[in-house]
């Protein structure tokens, strides 16, 4: 079955984890992505944070599957005769380089341009134009500078960082929402664009709903946030669901550190709640009756929660209340992710067959489509596919066996 980005031809000069993050993306819907690395050492989370000694390490390779690997020096006059050749031949050009990178290699975009008309240049840069353009930038700093660390946390402690990858994955999805629409465009028009997505701006789009919350500010507290502090500006909001419909992590038995479960009360859903606490009669009582009423207590109806919590474990909670159609999800820990006997038969988690490090799991593709199905395959090792992709652009295997010997690739 033909993939929804077959026949579209991805260079990837991305390294560490916002921009591959992007590019396995395009991977997985069919692109042919090929990842340009510096020959002899490549992409520098090959031998990051190892834990098998001389192979490439589990932060490469799940970021770099289905991809193809060629090395190339950028600095010799060779390489940059090969690159040229590689951008004539693409549909889009990745990387996420610091500032004005690129343009040093001798490759401007109005250079680039030049070469290819209908070239997609996407890069992902840390911030806008502006006060912060050169500032250096990684995942915890995205987070910093874009309201999530200051709303993270609790209200007595210290900004929290999210241990979801919002600064980097977070923006390689936003980038790659915006190479489809450049796709799509030059479909119309012929011509290719520059696609520009700042890791502050991704982060800060996750945390529209602080911003939201700061302007309700002048007219009043959130009520939502229990145990708000006075102030100007929007709280840490602990665990509270921040939304709507309040929410909060309780405890479980036997009261280990992921023994919790989270508990969304809905107006309709309190009364079921009640009963199955043991509590009915607060169903009917106008002191808790609405969720109006209820507003200025929460920190109380979660604890009465969690006294019937604490007596369960978070899969029987699971159960009783979503045979109440409460809504409710268990703190599921990395060890039983990993391990999740559905998540596996869905393909959210995969295991992935590696020449050097043996099987490894990793994530599936999270985009599902009816008519482009997704096969994980593995990353490459650097370099192996330096000879396939130069003789797919002319190249022969004299040339190629050249090239090598001067250093070029």
Known sequence: MEKALEGIRVLDMTHVQSGPSSTQILAWLGADVVKLEAPGTGDITRSQLRDVPGVDSLYFTMLNGNKRSITLNMKSGQGKEVFTRLVEKADVLVE????????????SWERLQEINPGLVYASIKGFGPGRYANFKAYEVIAQAM?????????????????GAQIGDSGTGIHLVAGILAALLQRARTGRGQRVQVAMQDAVLNLCRVKLRDQQRLAHGPLGEYPHQPSGAEVPRSGNASGGGQPGWAVRCSPGGPNDYIYVIIQPVGWAPIAELIGHPELAADPRWATPEARLDKLDKAFALIEEWTE???????????????????????TRELIEDATLAELGTVVQVEHPERGPYKTVGC??????????????????????????????DTSTVDELRAARAI
């Open 96 to 107: 996420n380089f610091g500032p004005g990178v690129v343009d040093r290699f001798g490759f």
């Open 146 to 162: 874009a309201g999530s660390m200051a709303t993270t946390g609790f209200t007595d402690g210290p900004p929290t960082a999210t």
């Open 366 to 395: 999270p985009i599902k489509l009816s008519d482009s199905p997704v096969e994980i395959t593995r990353s490459p090792l650097l370099g192996e596919h330096t000879a396939e992709v130069l003789g797919e652009i002319g190249y």
């Open 311 to 333: 007596r369960h474990t978070k899969w029987e909670v699971m159960e009783l209340l979503n045979a109440r159609n409460v809504p409710c999800g268990p703190i599921l820990s």
